[in-house]
């Protein structure tokens, strides 16, 4: 059982920077066996595969919406992904999630992917506007 909580999320101006934060609390297994994605949902539309990191952090996925602009990472230490997002649009508002893929106990780094998440968390909104 894996529970997410994410944070980070608020009101900014065009331009400015946020970091958001997905906290993980693992009851049995390690985050280091769980892909982990964030995606967003805006108001009247789809939600989307925003950025994504593999189980153990060596690969990264980027929609092209948001590449050169976003960057995921992730600390398993400390059972935590984050994104931080700079140069930020307006049309970056949204309800942002993280989600996890249970990608099995293994030693390997298992790549991530938007598709069979297994957790998901609340959400945390993020509104771009001056």
């Known amino acids: 059982q894996l529970q997410l909580v994410e944070s980070g999320g608020g009101l900014v101006q065009p331009g400015g920077s946020l970091r958001l934060s997905c906290a993980a609390s693992?009851?049995?297994?390690?985050?280091?066996?769980?892909?982990i994605a964030w995606f967003r949902q805006a108001p009247g539309k789809e939600r989307e595969g925003v950025s994504c990191?593999?189980?153990?952090?060596?690969?990264?996925n980027y929609a092209d919406s948001v590449k050169g602009r976003f960057t995921i990472s992730r600390d398993n230490a400390k059972n935590t992904v984050y994104l931080q997002m700079n140069s930020l649009k307006p049309e970056d508002t949204a309800v942002y999630y993280c989600?996890?893929?249970?990608?099995?106990?293994?030693?390997?780094?298992?790549?991530?992917?938007?598709?069979?998440?297994?957790?998901w968390g609340k959400g945390t909104l993020v509104t771009v506007s001056s």
């Open positions: 989600a996890a893929d249970f990608r099995g106990v293994t030693s390997r780094d298992m790549s991530c992917s938007y598709a069979g998440m297994d957790y």
């Open positions: 693992v009851s049995r297994l390690s985050l280091d066996y769980y892909a």
């Open positions: 990191i593999s189980s153990r952090g060596g690969s990264t």
